[in-house]
Every structure is written in C-alpha cells, then in structure tokens.
C-alpha cells in the first residue's frame, strides 16, 4: 500500500533558472539525433543545423510555459508529468513544423522517416522536461509534530 502522493513545490526564481536548463538539454539532445545522421555536414550546414536544434528548442519552450503554469496549478507536477507535457509539446512543434514545410502531401510521403524523427525529437523533450521538472521543484517537507503533549 502506497502512502499519499509526494507534493512538489517551486519558486520563480528556480523555474526561472529551469527553463534555460531544459533548452539546453533539449538543444543538446536534438544535435546528438541530427549527428547520428548527417555526420559529414559542411561547416556552413552544420551552424545551420545548431541554430535550428536553438529554433526548435525555443519555441518548445515558449510552447510548454504556459502547460507547465497550468498543471503546477492543478498539481500535476510530478516528474511523470513533466517528461509526458516534454514529450507532447516537443512531439507537437515537430509534427506542426513537418506540416508547415511538406504540406500534407509531404508528410505522408515521408510519414516512416518523419515519424522516426519526431520520436527522437520527442525523447529528447521528455528527458529535457525531466531536467526542468528536477532543477525547478523540491519535495514538500511534511509537518513534524514537536513538542510533548503533557
């Protein structure tokens, strides 16, 4: 039998401190999927390429702010709940940029490829919401009964 669910708290200054902390994580996870496949970029492509992983990244975030502000009201604020709204803002700013530039045609000529990418993607925004959820959240301390009762 489990006990009642852990409560997490945060402050603006850590959240503040999160954000920029999952950009970076997810910034440097999108460059580590892309280098698996385009390893012999020319120089000029490969800032393309990290100014894009930046793009992405940001947009993201902006994307997920205002989700995040919504489930810590609620209290959904749980490590699950955060590597779930990474996983789905990122999944959802990829699939809305595939759409964009291939158009429905595009995307479902290329539906395996894109859906890979988009997964990767998505792993990547799972692991970048973790590290926004575990830099920006601390564990409520239950209260302690101190004292004598005599």
């Given at each position: 039998?489990s006990?009642?669910?852990?409560?997490?708290?945060?402050?603006?200054?850590?959240?503040?401190?999160?954000?920029?902390?999952?950009?970076?994580?997810?910034?440097?996870?999108?460059?580590?999927?892309?280098?698996?496949?385009?390893?012999?970029?020319?120089?000029?492509l490969?800032?393309?390429?990290?100014?894009?992983?930046?793009?992405?990244?940001?947009?993201?975030a902006?994307?997920?702010?205002?989700?995040?502000f919504?489930?810590?009201?609620?209290?959904?604020?749980?490590?699950?709940f955060?590597?779930?709204?990474?996983?789905?803002?990122?999944a959802?700013?990829?699939?809305?940029?595939?759409?964009?530039?291939?158009?429905?045609?595009g995307?479902?000529?290329?539906?395996?490829?894109?859906?890979?990418?988009?997964?990767?993607?998505?792993?990547?925004?799972?692991?970048?919401?973790?590290?926004?959820?575990?830099?920006?959240?601390?564990?409520v301390?239950?209260?302690?009964?101190?004292g004598?009762?005599?």
């Open positions: 039998m006990g009642p669910p852990e409560r997490y708290q945060t402050t603006i200054l850590r959240a503040c401190v999160a954000v920029p902390i999952g950009m970076l994580v997810g910034t440097a996870g999108a460059l580590a999927v892309i280098s698996f496949d385009t390893r012999n970029l020319p120089g000029q490969e800032w393309g390429v990290v100014y894009l992983a930046v793009i992405y990244s940001t947009a993201t902006l994307a997920s702010a205002p989700l995040w919504l489930l810590s009201r609620l209290k959904l604020n749980g490590w699950r955060a590597a779930v709204l990474g996983c789905l803002s990122t959802a700013i990829c699939a809305l940029s595939a759409f964009v530039s291939g158009g429905p045609r995307v479902a000529q290329e539906f395996s490829t894109g859906l890979s990418w988009i997964a990767s993607f998505a792993l990547c925004g799972a692991i970048a919401g973790l590290a926004v959820w575990r830099v920006a959240y601390r564990k301390q239950a209260a302690t009964v101190s004598s009762l005599g």
